[in-house]
Nanobody, 112 residues
Framework: QVQVVESGGGLVQPGGSLTLSCAASGFRFSNQAANWYRQAPGKQRELVATIDWSGPTYWIDSVKGRFTISRDNAKNSVYLQLDSLKPEDTAVYYC??????WGQGTQVTVSS
């Protein structure tokens, strides 16, 4: 079964950090591009970052310098390191690959 499963979300104070993980099964991340999206309440889902076989290829402007996307081919996983978090980063974060494969999402809440 082809699927991705996210983990690592939670509640964090402004300025804090989280690491989101996305584990794939049924296919190899090393051969595919992987994306992290997020959807805040009342807003459209937006692309946050992309990584392909060559490395990171895209970040949305609002997270540049704060978020890092990476992959571990041995673990068949992709990660999103979230640093210097702001309340406006609060959203459900989704992992996506193979265009149509989506995870269930993981909630990130940034609040004091």
């Amino acid at each position: 079964q082809v699927q991705v499963v996210e983990s690592g979300g939670g509640l964090v104070q402004p300025g804090g950090s989280l690491t989101l993980s996305c584990a794939a099964s049924g296919f190899r991340f090393s051969n595919q591009a992987a994306n992290w999206y997020r959807q805040a309440p009342g807003k459209q889902r937006e692309l946050v970052a992309t990584i392909d076989w060559s490395g990171p290829t895209y970040w949305i402007d609002s997270v540049k310098g704060r978020f890092t996307i990476s992959r571990d081919n041995a673990k068949n996983s992709v990660y999103l390191q979230l640093d210097s978090l702001k309340p406006e980063d609060t959203a459900v974060y989704y992992c996506n690959s193979l265009e149509t494969v989506w995870g269930q999402g993981t909630q990130v809440t940034v609040s004091s």
